[in-house]
């Protein structure tokens, strides 16, 4: 089945820092989605694209849907203790009856 | 106040006993899925129902049954065959478009 190889695993950052990770694919997805979850909760959708190269900001969250449609990106700028958690990246391809694939997931630790 | 509920946040039960994982949506959403969250692990998808009366397996469903009666209401049981049920059970609903969101979770422990 299609994979989502997401990068990296963990970081840990002091605050102030900006962060930035990827998913990336050998199948080409229409729809990119960023996800954050923090402990004992369900994930809370924060961004979701929809065409290649797609630039979508939410505050200090930037994402990008790669040109390549293969890949995307999730830049936080300037991250605050509360950015602690983890980030899924879930896509979506033409064909796939709705079901979305994920990314196993980035674990952000910021030190104040 | 629109969500998905899931309920209880927590669920013991001995080996050998079906278990009942309830999810409801008042979001008027057609999709809803079942996920399991193993540590370090993405979400799995179990089962999923793009119209009530109807649903789908998903990548892990041995071991697990759902039935979608009411378009509000998407419950998992978790029967004594699944081999490994102890995880964190997330349900989603989805509406026309292709976002899904999430219900708070049920941490199932079976021992």
């Known amino acids: 089945g299609q994979q989502l190889n997401q990068s990296p695993q963990s970081m840990f950052i002091q605050e102030g820092e900006d962060v930035s990770m990827n998913c990336t694919s050998s199948?080409?997805?229409?729809?990119w989605l960023w996800y954050k979850q923090e402990p004992g909760e369900g994930p809370v959708l924060l961004i979701a694209?929809?065409?290649?190269?797609e630039l979508t900001s939410n505050g200090r969250l930037t994402a990008q849907f790669g040109i390549t449609r293969k890949d995307s990106f999730l830049n936080i700028s300037a991250s605050i203790p509360s950015d602690v958690g983890i980030y899924f990246c879930?896509?979506?391809?033409?064909?796939?009856?709705?079901?979305?694939?994920f990314g196993k997931g980035t674990l952000l630790t910021v030190n104040p | 106040d629109g969500g998905i509920t899931q309920s209880p946040k927590y669920l013991f039960r001995k080996e050998g006993q079906n278990v009942t994982l309830s999810c409801e949506q008042n979001?008027?959403?057609?999709?809803m899925y079942w996920y399991r969250q193993d540590p370090g692990q993405g979400l799995r998808l179990i089962y999923y129902s793009q119209i009530v009366n109807d649903f789908q397996k998903g990548d892990i469903a041995e071991g697990y049954s759902v039935s979608r009666e009411k378009k509000e209401s998407f419950p998992l049981t978790v029967t004594s065959a699944q081999k490994n049920p102890t995880a964190f059970y997330l349900c989603?609903?989805?509406?026309?478009?292709?976002?899904?969101?999430f219900g708070p979770g049920t941490r199932l422990t079976v021992t």
């Open positions: 989603a609903s989805r509406d026309y478009g292709h976002e899904q969101y």
């Open positions: 694209l929809y065409k290649a190269g």
């Open positions: 199948s080409i997805f229409n729809t």
């Open positions: 979001l008027n959403h057609d999709a």
């Open positions: 879930a896509g979506l391809s033409g064909g796939s009856n709705y079901k979305l694939t």
